[in-house]
């Protein structure tokens, strides 16, 4: 059955292609084509450099097979709110009703639970979404393999450039065009697009591109530019704790997994990637007297500095229960 999906969907494979995406042997291959092929599916094989095995041209299985758990997989696949802003949605819901159609009774009624017990929502907590006006026609050009002139803005300016859109992807709730632009991947905020031109001109998509491989790569990289530098803080039972609270997950994850052996008094030793000394500073605030910083010196004599500053405006009249009215102080 794989073989038969997979000749099905990706036309013409050899023996060693079909083994390698089957996990089996190539011999293994040769005896189950012959099994296709004596219960009468018409699978043929051509021969020399360019051959392999291919279904007669227009032949389509009517399989029906889906399992429980994949037919519901498709339900809770499909992202209504991100469809929507690719132009898809009503795409989406046409396909989901079709596909409710084939289904038998039992699969249909299991498929259709799905959508009343679990709703995907990708955008983050506290903070505005992403205005995307040209998001749809971003996803067009993508599709239909466009150029396309755009003025962008990049951090402290305006640039025009024409770009030649490979994919999109959504990140915690942000759109990003992934295009290549003078011979050079590149990635862009759909956000930031601030107008937007599809060209008549083409392109050839670069041969052996993976989108989902660019950006991970991409996005190791990007957050290694982001907090180049390093802090060695000492941190308390609670502020190791607390981490999570104050820090992206990635970045408390690598701080937890350097920590060595707690101390005498339970501290731990961890290494902070960090943006800048003072972006770490405000960060490190919020652990209070949780946490020691140890290095960059600069780092440490900015905490200090500060601790001292608090300690000043609190100490100067004491606790607030003790201080008399401002009004009174003010007559007497």
Request: aromatic share 8%.
């Amino acid at each position: 059955m794989s073989i038969l999906l997979l000749l099905q969907t990706r036309g013409r494979m050899t023996a060693p292609e079909l083994a390698a995406e089957l996990e089996v042997s190539v011999r293994t291959v040769y005896r189950d084509v012959e099994s296709l092929g004596a219960a009468g599916v018409p699978v043929y094989a051509d021969r020399g450099p360019a051959g392999g095995y291919r279904l007669l041209d227009g032949y389509r299985t009517r399989l029906t097979g889906l399992t429980p758990d994949e037919a519901e997989a498709l339900f809770l696949a499909g992202m209504p709110g991100p469809a929507a802003e690719l132009g898809l949605g009503t795409v989406l819901a046409a396909a989901q009703l079709k596909l409710l159609a084939t289904l038998p009774p039992e699969l249909r009624s299991r498929a259709g639970r799905i959508r009343e017990r679990f709703h995907l929502d990708a955008p983050g907590w506290f903070r505005d979404a992403d205005q995307t006006p040209y998001l749809s026609v971003v996803a067009d050009a993508v599709w239909n393999q466009r150029q396309v002139r755009v003025r962008y803005r990049r951090w402290r300016e305006e640039v025009t450039r024409t770009l030649e859109p490979l994919g999109v992807v959504l990140k915690g709730g942000a759109w990003y065009l992934v295009a290549r632009s003078s011979g050079q991947l590149r990635t862009y905020r759909v956000a930031r697009i601030l107008e937007l031109e599809t060209l008549s001109e083409g392109f050839e998509r670069p041969q052996g591109f993976d989108l989902a491989d660019f950006w991970q790569s991409w996005a190791q990289q990007f957050q290694a530019r982001l907090y180049p530098a390093q802090a060695v803080v000492r941190l308390s039972p609670r502020g190791l704790g607390r981490l999570s609270y104050l820090l992206d997950p990635a970045r408390a994850r690598a701080a937890r997994e350097s920590a060595g052996a707690p101390d005498q008094d339970g501290w731990v030793h961890v290494v902070l990637p960090i943006e800048s000394v003072e972006h770490a500073h405000g960060e490190l605030l919020g652990l209070g007297a949780d946490a020691e910083v140890l290095a960059p010196p600069e780092l440490g004599q900015r905490m200090a500095e500060t601790a001292r500053a608090l300690a000043r405006i609190y100490c100067r009249a004491g606790p607030a229960t003790e201080r008399e009215p401002e009004s009174r102080v003010a007559n007497d």
